[in-house]
């Protein structure tokens, strides 16, 4: 386990009780079916997903420690909190310059798209920040493609990926890295 993670995982909650609401029965005309819900996201559902996609996926401390394409991803969750947060290490924050921190706040706010550049620890990340009862498969599945994009694309594009305007490759190898990861976790 590289040396930095262990100051960033706080306690990883074991178990999350989500209360479902129940519909009430009424007389008027049923409704046509709709998709089925997608339950909500809790501890144990995040980690089957990502057991689906690295069957090597180890807790380490109070988070999950993963790899996609050969860069590590860490996930930290709080069920009390109702958050988590998907982590890709790209560099040691000393030497940043203010040009290169400015850099990173202007693709925070255009080419990031969801992933977001942060400095912790005395490290440059790739996250994902969301809450965790109201986020779904797909979302998360997009979270571990754009926090890897961002680091990726660090010093380049400066990029999440999921959006890419102009005709060149970038998009078809994004989508297909998202796709790649949906059928991972198709049965999840």
């Known amino acids: 386990m590289p040396r930095f993670l262990p100051a960033l995982l706080p306690a990883l909650a074991l178990c999350l009780a989500v209360p479902f609401a129940t519909a009430q029965q009424t007389d008027a005309p049923e409704a046509p079916p709709e998709a089925a819900a997608e339950p909500p996201m809790t501890l144990q559902r995040m980690a089957e997903i990502i057991r689906a996609i690295d069957p090597e996926a180890q807790p380490a401390g109070g988070a999950i420690q993963f790899t996609i394409d050969d860069i590590p991803v860490v996930v930290i969750a ?10 890709v290490p790209i ?8 040009a290169e921190l400015m850099r990173l706040m202007q693709a925070n706010f255009d080419t990031a798209l969801d992933a977001r550049y942060a400095v912790a620890q ?18 998360l599945l997009s979270a571990f493609v754009q926090t890897i994009n961002v680091a990726r694309t660090y010093g380049q594009t400066y990029s999440g ?7 060149g490759d970038s998009n078809g190898i994004y989508q297909e890295l998202l796709e790649d990861l ?5 049965e999840i």
């Not at 005395?122 to 979302?139: A, M, N, T, Y």
């Not at 990926?161 to 005709?167: H, L, M, P």
Request: charged share 25%; proline share 2%.
């Open 161 to 167: 990926g999921a959006t890419v305007f102009g005709g």
């Open 78 to 87: 709080d069920a009390a909190a109702n958050r988590m947060r998907a982590m």
């Open 91 to 98: 560099r040691s924050a000393g030497g940043l310059t203010s």
């Open 122 to 139: 005395g490290r440059l990340w790739g996250v994902f920040i969301h809450p965790l009862s109201s986020l779904e498969k797909d979302q």
């Open 182 to 186: 949906q059928k991972r976790g198709e």
